[in-house]
């Protein structure tokens, strides 16, 4: 694969058992918004490969991927790759692995270490763009470039993730107008800690979770989503399935004799 390649469905895959079973799990408004915005994200590590993965099967289907590093068997502990993957490009191997969650997600690779002249042409056409990087300096080129050089594109940082603290520390706030940041703000691997994948995974739950919650917010897709879950109340369909009082006292009772 070269820079830039933009990587497509893989044939063989497509199907009852592959990205359409998971998209009959959200309506159809949230799944138009989310399966028609582009996102991407700069480091492929234990924050940008996890979140990739979760967009992906949250239904996100047009990535932007960038990272110039290669899997090695340290990654495997806490980054989305499997053994397999050790000596592969990391968008490389990210991209085998999002396809085979969705077969159709539409994925543009980027195998490249971003600066302040090609970060911007990357992501153009992003909606927004997740920073996922460890470097404190990689963070803030790729942050000031991309606000810099558009008024609308929206980024999503992560600021401390490390050490083995309590996860409810780790928050998702706005920074600035278009800068949301997620993490504990504090904790960071020069602590002596390291990173754990519990944590890092939570953090990683945030950006994913900010980046769904962002796209679902725009100006008019509240309104079709609201309207979409009042269709499927006036047509009784069942979103969630709710377990009557008694069968709870039941399940309760039942798992109390079995300790």
């Known amino acids: ?30 799944q138009s918004i989310l399966g028609n915005v582009r996102v991407g994200i700069a480091g492929l590590g234990g924050m940008g490969s996890n ?3 979760m967009l992906v099967r949250s239904g996100v289907r047009d990535l932007v991927l960038a ?4 899997v090695d ?28 969650i969705d077969p159709d997600v539409r994925l543009d690779i980027h195998d490249t270490r971003l600066d302040p002249d ?9 909606t927004i763009v997740c920073e996922a990087f460890d470097d404190p300096e990689q ?41 949301y940041v997620c993490g504990d703000g504090m904790s960071d691997v020069s602590d002596g ?18 980046v769904i919650r962002l796209l679902l917010e725009r100006d008019g897709d509240r309104q079709r989503i609201a309207s ?17 009082p008694e069968l709870v006292g039941s399940m309760i009772k039942k798992g109390q004799q079995n300790d």
Request: charged content about 25%; proline content about 5%; hydrophobic content about 40%.
């Open 228 to 244: 979409d879950r009042l269709r499927m109340k006036q047509e009784d369909t069942p979103m969630f399935i709710k377990v009557p």
């Open 118 to 126: 090609n970060a911007f042409p990357v992501f153009r056409g992003c």
């Open 1 to 30: 694969m070269s820079e830039g390649q933009a990587v497509g469905a893989c044939p063989e895959a497509r199907g009852e058992d592959g990205g359409r079973v998971l998209r009959r799990r959200r309506t159809m408004s949230i």
């Open 67 to 70: 990272d110039f590093d290669a």
């Open 139 to 179: 963070k803030s080129m790729l942050t000031e470039t991309i606000l810099s050089s558009s008024d609308d594109v929206v980024m999503v940082g992560c600021s401390g993730m490390a050490g083995y603290g309590d996860p409810n520390e780790i928050i998702s706030y706005r920074a600035l107008s278009r800068f």
């Open 73 to 100: 068997r340290s990654n495997i502990a806490r980054q989305a790759y499997l053994p397999r993957h050790i000596g592969m490009p990391k968008v490389e191997a990210l991209s085998e692995i999002l396809r085979e």
């Open 51 to 53: 979140v990739a993965v």
């Open 193 to 210: 800690e390291g990173l754990n994948v519990a944590r890092v995974s939570v953090c990683a739950g945030h950006m994913a979770s900010t």
